[in-house]
């Protein structure tokens, strides 16, 4: 089936650690995207990517790192400078950027500091 | 990027009507109406979008006003899998991206 695919689906972070978030989608979309999300609140835009070997910051990016390598892949690095990064992470993808598209969403990564 | 405002929750009895509003009064023209909805611990589904028209697919109902200033989401026969959060979005735009700015939502809790 086609799909988004994220992992782990639970995550445990310590103090000082980098953490990578896995991001994988088979339906040959260009455009790729991570959201934070906190309890009880919306999405919030932590960077994307329109096209492999490029990436852009959201609006969150601070303590955040990416690569787009290969159209399929989009892994998100929680790196040590994000110092709250307890969240639900959401990876997303759409066929084209800026276009009338919707997104397709993967099934999240819960990230906790032990 | 237009905001948009909801109601934090509403109820609905299973098998009813479920009507959702939400308000976006400075829409630009050009941007379109996103609805999403979201199980917990889950990543959002897709439900409907529209610009001007009402549109209908085999989730649910959109209903647009003419001054395109609100909406309303319709789920005709709401079921007890249709509780969750829905989320009414304006497509904004940063530079050339798909950028869907999410705000808190409706929880929709389906009462048998």
């Known amino acids: 089936d086609g799909g988004i695919t994220q992992s782990p689906k639970y995550l445990f972070r310590k103090e000082g650690q980098n953490v990578t978030l896995s991001c994988e989608q088979n339906?040959?979309?260009?455009?790729m995207y991570w959201y934070r999300q906190d309890p009880g609140q919306g999405l919030r835009l932590i960077y994307y990517?329109?096209?492999?070997?490029?990436?852009q910051k959201g609006d969150i990016a601070e303590g955040y790192s990416v690569s787009r390598e290969k159209k399929e892949s989009f892994p998100l690095t929680v790196t040590s400078a994000q110092k709250n990064p307890t969240a639900f992470y959401l990876c997303?993808?759409?066929?084209?950027?800026?276009?009338?598209?919707?997104?397709?969403f993967g099934s999240g990564t819960q990230l906790s500091v032990l | 990027d237009a905001k948009t405002t909801q109601p934090p929750s509403m109820d609905c009895a299973e098998g009813r009507a479920a009507n959702l509003p939400c308000n976006h009064s400075?829409?630009?023209?050009?941007?379109?109406v996103y609805w999403y909805r979201q199980i917990h611990s889950q990543g959002p589904q897709y439900i409907i979008h529209?610009?001007?028209n009402n549109e209908t697919n085999e989730m649910a109902s959109l209903i647009i006003t003419e001054d395109r200033k609100s909406s309303t989401l319709i789920l005709p026969h709401a079921t007890l899998r249709d509780t969750a959060v829905y989320y009414c979005?304006?497509?904004?735009?940063?530079?050339?991206?798909?950028?869907?700015?999410f705000g808190t939502g409706t929880l929709l809790a389906v009462q048998p």
């Open positions: 400075t829409i630009s023209g050009n941007e379109y």
């Open positions: 990517s329109q096209i492999v070997n490029d990436f």
């Open positions: 997303a993808s759409s066929p084209v950027a800026g276009g009338n598209e919707k997104l397709f």
């Open positions: 529209g610009l001007k």
């Open positions: 979005i304006v497509r904004g735009y940063g530079g050339a991206t798909n950028k869907l700015i």
């Open positions: 339906l040959n979309h260009d455009a």
